[in-house]
């Protein structure tokens, strides 16, 4: 079973700086995309372009001036007019901090000198060569990360090898290995070969010292579409990592094996946008960055080289300006002290930002050395460029990253400096020989489809070895969320075999978790659910009357498919009741209502009688009241019966959701009554919260209640069985804090809690139902209004909705971690007092709307409102989004039978409509009719074959199938998606399937 790794920088989070902490007024509205970076920084500097006549201009800044109140302008900063079009990449030598090389479109590349004018605080930057290029434009430049003096560029689908001798810079060697333009280019971290990726789907490792290209390892990607393509060569290691864009408009991170390249060895698909991710990757941590152009949210995550490849995502910052480019600041620029593990500095639409990622710890006066191991060397290469360009390679250097090494970076650096661009005597450029000692060796060894998948063995820190950077560190302010509460109390085991439970109750922490099988950056079908309210003229308005003053306990808002409940102005208890049918303006006259006579904290339909309303009151009593069928024609203030028994009023109420006239509540005496209607009197008394009870809820098997208290314990009953708890656990909101609200989820394996942090912090947090462990948990915003939670049983969608605001926070809960995946949240016009949803049968699936609601408004409307997933081929019944879901329409028990513990078969209704066909059936067919097509072709060329060659058709040649495959495969995707363009950058609906 695979198991993914505690890691120590699991809970590394983004710390927002003030935004006096910027340089702000810079404009880079009308940078154009590249390959390269348009921002890079060393240890003192900052480098980035910014929109100018020509495109073509650049600023340098120290970081300090990040740390002022600054605004950009061309007199206060180092801004030179360094090409003569825009600037394609921007980059700092390895070994030298104070050299910069930068390409353009102008087809030069140049060289300069950044250093500080003696008599100011300003930078200046000064050329020290410049290399013009025969092809029409320069792409991208990378220095050598292990040998000081060498670059590379690529300019088209050419890429330039250069030797930087006293100022000057020689050509040693040009190679063409692909036949459209390169998207990405990196070294391997020893400086031994280059990985590029083009556009014709297809990457390439080369030695760039070896002139035979038959020696270079070709991989294609037939997944990508024609955008970019993201390389980065992890380490010194075997794994290569591609950001790519694939034709069915997904963002996705593929890891490869270069000794078995014929499909990743794992995938995770990402989101959907417009670009692809721009990854950022720290070869120390094994963090990795991923931010798209343009785009306002960061994520954060980390790749596993240690048993099982794999990638993992921790968090995602939302940043409040669109990003144009970023870069990492190298590790000795870090503040150790505070546990910065990695700080990016963005180039935003208008500003210059850094934004440092902080691993949280107790102890903050001391150095916690277990967070940085060994960094590579930057002020001593590990091979030197005379044996370089011989052909020797040399491992890469590492060198201890701590307070003292950091203290003695600047003298290191500046021995380094002395030394880099010395004049050394340029080999004559002559061919390297084809027996290179890498590239001959390795390409056989790759082109043997036999050799097992394994973990590279020539990055001694990520692969043999145990990976010391994923050992669990003991000062970690949170610990591994998978173990289980110290403090949780077993009181008594209840017999599951004996629950009628529509879903079995496997704790979620035993789940396996295949990289392959499922990615944590798992793209969600719900991602873009639309919301829409419906129009004007289906409203219901001028509701007189209307009060919004009820306690955090209560919705205030209740609905079923006849009527709509509301709390009315007033001392005496009212609730107005309208007909959903009867749209349009009430009448001016007072609304008939229900009289409870004394105030009332809550109220529920029955679920199984639409004309039957409980109400939860001050005076210890809980009314059932019966509407008329056409509605109020007069003010009701006699109810049907009264129950009575608790000793102080009652706070809050729930029906069961299966056994007729079964009904739980909860009361400021701190207990919990479960009442027979029918009986008239409460059969089971639940006694053990200290303090008042925030809120309660049915699992979804109707056999247990799940509570949330005051004391900041939540407890489960299983009131059948004893009148105890059976499990109970301190945790979730702060204890005191004001309100809170729990609901099951993931079919009764989770606990879902929406409460308050200190300083009203709004939190959500999961909880394993079995073992009160908790398994994630997320900050909102802060403000007083409690989100309330309506759960979505069939998918897991979960809408958060708070009194008094606009927005509705959507999220899909997961059984994989990270649990909570944000959906697009829904803003109507107004601000909104509650919501209230209807059963799933009531959907339109033909519309593929997976939520019905209503929505009461402050200004005394009821406004319809509608949840769809937008599709495309909506002829055909969505099954993927619309499971069975369970048949509520009659109750399954009576009260006495359940009070006797009858067990229950629930019942589950298919939604697909008559006449529609499953869009999965649909899929099936089209993959079968293609899975024929390719057999006939296959037949086709191994009979043409056999007579060209005289060989037999079980002679095929394997690269002739894989391209047929991969012919087939795109014709189809063309013939499912032909009327869409890979290259429009335009978000579209039609681009979901």
């Known amino acids: 079973m695979f198991k993914v790794a505690y890691s120590k920088y699991k809970n590394v989070t983004p710390s927002l700086i003030k935004k006096e902490q910027n340089l702000s007024g810079v404009s880079t509205n009308r940078l154009s995309n590249t390959i390269g970076s348009l921002i890079n920084c060393s240890l003192d500097h900052i480098t980035f372009t910014f929109d100018s006549a020509s495109g073509g201009s650049l600023c340098t800044i120290k970081h300090d001036d990040l740390l002022k109140r600054a605004t950009f302008n061309n007199e206060m900063f180092c801004v030179v007019h360094a090409h003569s079009a825009p600037i394609t990449?921007?980059?700092?030598?390895?070994?030298?901090?104070?050299?910069?090389?930068?390409?353009?479109?102008?087809?030069?590349?140049?060289?300069?000198?950044?250093?500080?004018?003696?008599?100011?605080?300003?930078?200046?930057?000064?050329?020290?060569?410049?290399?013009?290029?025969?092809?029409?434009?320069?792409?991208?430049?990378?220095?050598?990360?292990?040998?000081?003096?060498?670059?590379?560029?690529?300019?088209?689908?050419?890429?330039?090898?250069?030797?930087?001798?006293?100022?000057?810079?020689?050509?040693?060697?040009?190679?063409?290995?692909?036949?459209e333009a390169i998207q990405g280019l990196c070294w391997k971290k020893d400086g031994s070969l280059i990985c590029t990726a083009a556009k014709d789907k297809s990457m390439c490792i080369t030695d760039p010292r070896n002139t035979n290209t038959n020696q270079n390892l070709k991989i294609q990607n037939s997944k990508t579409s024609n955008k970019d393509t993201k390389v980065v060569w992890l380490g010194t290691s075997d794994c290569i990592m591609t950001s790519v864009y694939t034709p069915s408009f997904t963002r996705e991170i593929h890891l490869w094996d270069i000794r078995n390249t014929s499909e990743p060895v794992h995938e995770s698909s990402i989101d959907s946008g417009n670009n692809v991710l721009n990854p950022y990757y720290d070869h120390d941590t094994s963090a990795l960055f991923l931010v798209g152009k343009a785009e306002t949210n960061i994520k954060y995550g980390e790749v596993f080289l240690n048993n099982s490849w794999s990638f993992t995502h921790n968090s995602s910052q939302h940043i409040d300006d669109q990003i144009k480019a970023a870069c990492l600041l190298p590790k000795y620029g870090l503040n150790l002290m505070k546990c910065e593990i990695d700080r990016m500095i963005l180039l935003t639409r208008n500003s210059v930002y850094p934004l440092p990622y902080i691993a949280p710890r107790n102890d903050k006066s001391s150095f916690h050395q277990n967070l940085y191991p060994d960094t590579f060397n930057v002020y001593k290469p590990g091979c030197t460029k005379t044996e370089w360009l011989e052909g020797k390679n040399s491992d890469a250097l590492k060198a201890p990253l701590n307070l003292t090494s950091?203290?003695?970076?600047?003298?290191?650096?500046?021995?380094?400096?002395?030394?880099?661009?010395?004049?050394?005597?340029?080999?004559?450029?002559?061919?390297?020989?084809?027996?290179?000692?890498?590239?001959?060796?390795?390409?056989?060894?790759?082109?043997?489809?036999?050799?097992?998948?394994?973990?590279?063995?020539?990055?001694?820190?990520?692969?043999?070895?145990?990976?010391?950077?994923?050992?669990?560190?003991?000062?970690?302010?949170?610990?591994?969320?998978q173990k289980k509460p110290e403090n949780v109390v077993i009181r008594s085991a209840v017999n599951h075999s004996l629950q009628p439970n529509p879903k079995p109750l496997t704790p979620l922490a035993a789940q396996s978790r295949s990289s392959k099988v499922k990615s944590v950056f798992y793209q969600s079908k719900f991602k873009y659910i639309n919301g829409k309210t419906a129009n004007k003229n289906e409203h219901i308005t001028n509701i007189r009357g209307l009060s919004s003053m009820w306690?955090?306990?209560?919705?205030?808002?209740?609905?079923?498919?006849?009527?709509?409940?509301?709390?009315?102005?007033?001392?005496?208890?009212?609730?107005?009741?309208?007909?959903?049918?009867?749209?349009?303006?009430?009448?001016?006259?007072?609304?008939?209502?229900?009289?409870?006579?004394?105030?009332?904290?809550?109220?529920?339909?029955?679920?199984?009688d639409e004309n039957t309303l409980a109400a939860a009151c001050d005076d210890c009593t809980i009314k059932i009241w019966t509407i008329p069928e056409d509605g109020l024609d007069k003010s009701l203030d006699e109810p049907e019966l009264s129950l009575t028994g608790h000793a102080d009023r009652v706070s809050s109420i729930k029906f069961h959701p299966y056994a007729k006239n079964v009904l739980a509540s909860a009361s400021y005496d701190k207990s919990i009554k479960i009442w027979n209607i029918d009986a008239c009197q409460a059969m089971i008394t639940l006694q053990h919260h200290p303090d008042f009870i925030f809120n309660f809820n049915w699992s979804p098997c109707g056999t247990k209640l799940a509570t949330i208290c005051k004391d900041g314990y939540i407890r489960?009953?299983?009131?059948?069985?004893?009148?105890?708890?059976?499990?109970?656990?301190?945790?979730?909101?702060?204890?005191?804090?004001?309100?809170?609200?729990?609901?099951?989820?993931?079919?009764?394996?989770?606990?879902?809690?929406?409460?308050?942090?200190?300083?009203?912090?709004?939190?959500?947090?999961?909880?394993?139902?079995?073992?009160?462990?908790?398994?994630?948990?997320e900050d909102i915003n802060h403000s007083p209004s409690l989100l309330i939670p309506y759960i979505d049983q069939d998918i897991?969608?979960?809408?958060?909705?708070?009194?008094?605001?606009?927005?509705?926070?959507?999220?899909?809960?997961?059984?994989?971690?990270?649990y909570f995946q944000v959906l697009t949240p829904f803003k109507p016009d107004g601000s909104h007092l509650a919501i209230g949803f209807l059963p799933k049968i009531t959907c339109d699936v033909k519309s593929a709307e997976i939520a019905k609601s209503f929505r009461l408004t402050k200004d005394n409307r009821i406004e319809p409102m509608s949840f769809t997933v937008p599709r495309v081929k909506?002829?055909?019944?969505?099954?993927?989004?619309?499971?069975?879901?369970?048949?509520?329409?009659?109750?399954?028990?009576?009260?006495?039978?359940?009070?006797?513990?009858?067990?229950?078969?629930?019942?589950?209704?298919?939604l697909q409509p008559e006449g529609m066909q499953r869009l999965s059936e649909m899929i099936a067919v089209d993959q079968g009719n293609q899975n024929s097509r390719q057999k006939d072709m296959i037949k086709k060329v191994e009979t043409k074959n056999g007579k060209q060659n005289g060989h037999t058709a079980l002679n095929l040649n394997e690269n002739d199938g894989n391209m047929i495959t991969a012919m087939l495969q795109r014709a189809s995707l063309f013939h499912q998606n032909k009327s869409d363009d890979d290259d429009d950058e335009d978000d579209d609906n039609s681009g979901w399937d």
């Open 716 to 777: 489960i009953f299983s009131p059948l069985q004893s009148d105890q708890p059976i499990l109970e656990s301190k945790c979730g909101p702060r204890k005191d804090a004001k309100a809170a609200r729990i609901e099951w989820v993931l079919h009764g394996r989770g606990l879902f809690v929406s409460g308050f942090g200190s300083g009203n912090l709004r939190q959500i947090f999961l909880f394993d139902s079995e073992t009160l462990a908790e398994l994630n948990s």
């Open 406 to 481: 950091q203290k003695n970076f600047g003298k290191n650096e500046e021995k380094s400096q002395s030394t880099s661009l010395a004049s050394v005597d340029p080999p004559s450029v002559q061919p390297a020989k084809n027996s290179d000692p890498v590239v001959s060796v390795l390409v056989p060894s790759i082109n043997q489809q036999s050799v097992q998948i394994a973990p590279s063995s020539t990055d001694n820190n990520k692969i043999d070895k145990p990976d010391t950077t994923q050992i669990e560190d003991a000062s970690s302010d949170k610990e591994n969320n």
């Open 89 to 179: 990449d921007i980059q700092y030598n390895t070994f030298n901090q104070s050299i910069v090389a930068t390409c353009a479109l102008d087809s030069v590349i140049k060289l300069w000198s950044v250093s500080e004018e003696p008599e100011s605080a300003m930078c200046k930057m000064d050329p020290l060569a410049s290399i013009p290029i025969s092809e029409n434009r320069s792409d991208c430049v990378q220095w050598n990360p292990n040998v000081d003096g060498i670059f590379v560029s690529s300019s088209l689908n050419t890429v330039y090898l250069w030797d930087v001798n006293e100022g000057q810079a020689s050509n040693v060697q040009t190679i063409c290995t692909h036949g």
């Open 551 to 608: 306690s955090a306990e209560s919705n205030g808002f209740q609905i079923n498919t006849r009527h709509a409940a509301f709390f009315v102005s007033g001392n005496s208890g009212q609730i107005g009741v309208v007909q959903l049918n009867k749209v349009g303006r009430l009448d001016d006259t007072v609304n008939n209502t229900i009289v409870n006579k004394v105030k009332c904290s809550d109220f529920q339909w029955d679920l199984f």
């Open 796 to 818: 897991n969608v979960v809408y958060l909705y708070a009194k008094g605001e606009e927005t509705i926070i959507l999220y899909e809960i997961q059984e994989d971690e990270p």
């Open 874 to 910: 909506l002829s055909f019944f969505q099954d993927d989004i619309f499971p069975d879901t369970i048949d509520r329409c009659e109750a399954y028990l009576s009260a006495d039978d359940w009070f006797s513990g009858i067990q229950m078969q629930l019942n589950y209704i298919n």
